[in-house]
């Protein structure tokens, strides 16, 4: 079974001054995680809500203001280096010049109804009564 590694006797103290600036810790902080200093853990941590177990986590750490902001309350981010993140033009693949460029809706749904797509946008909807032959039935 592996065990955390335990406090130096300077993160003792640190915890001892915070608990004894609580209120909680009497005396002078000593550096040594003794029955004085697990007493006065258990009576903090029951008073905010935390499990009593008199030993240090996160929460309690938090609470003594001490810990990180962010220890134990979301998923560690990953760190991407910036020279290997995305932006949004990167995932835009280049257009070949050479190409034909997409068809526009005009000419997409003309395709699905199976007509030919004009070359000139609105020809179809700028053609004259004129240009009708009369003898042809319409749809």
Same mark, same amino acid.
């Given at each position: 079974?592996?065990?955390?590694?335990?406090?130096?006797?300077?993160?003792?103290?640190?915890?001892?001054?915070?608990?004894?600036?609580?209120?909680?810790?009497?005396?002078?902080?000593?550096?040594?995680?003794?029955?004085?200093?697990?007493?006065?853990?258990?009576?903090?941590?029951?008073?905010?809500?935390?499990? =009593?177990?008199?030993?240090?986590? $996160?929460?309690?750490?938090?609470?003594?203001?001490?810990?990180?902001?962010? %220890?134990?309350? /979301? *998923?560690?981010?990953?760190?991407?280096?910036?020279?290997?993140?995305?932006?949004?033009?990167?995932?835009?693949?280049?257009?070949?010049?050479?190409?034909?460029?997409?068809? =526009?809706?005009?000419?997409?749904? $003309?395709?699905?109804?199976?007509?030919?797509?004009?070359?000139?946008?609105? %020809?179809?909807? /700028? *053609?004259?009564?004129?240009?009708?032959?009369?003898?042809?039935?319409?749809?």
């Amino acid at each position: 079974m592996h065990l955390p590694a335990a406090p130096s006797p300077d993160r003792i103290s640190e915890i001892q001054s915070a608990l004894a600036h609580s209120g909680y810790y009497k005396g002078e902080p000593n550096g040594k995680w003794d029955s004085d200093t697990v007493a006065a853990m258990q009576k903090f941590q029951s008073a905010n809500g935390l499990d =009593s177990t008199g030993k240090l986590d $996160a929460p309690t750490l938090q609470k003594l203001g001490l810990g990180s902001d962010i %220890a134990g309350v /979301s *998923a560690p981010k990953p760190v991407v280096p910036k020279c290997c993140s995305t932006s949004p033009s990167a995932t835009i693949p280049p257009t070949d010049k050479g190409s034909t460029p997409p068809p =526009s809706s005009v000419e997409a749904s $003309a395709a699905a109804r199976g007509a030919a797509p004009s070359t000139t946008a609105g %020809a179809a909807a /700028s *053609a004259s009564e004129s240009d009708v032959d009369p003898k042809t039935p319409q749809h």
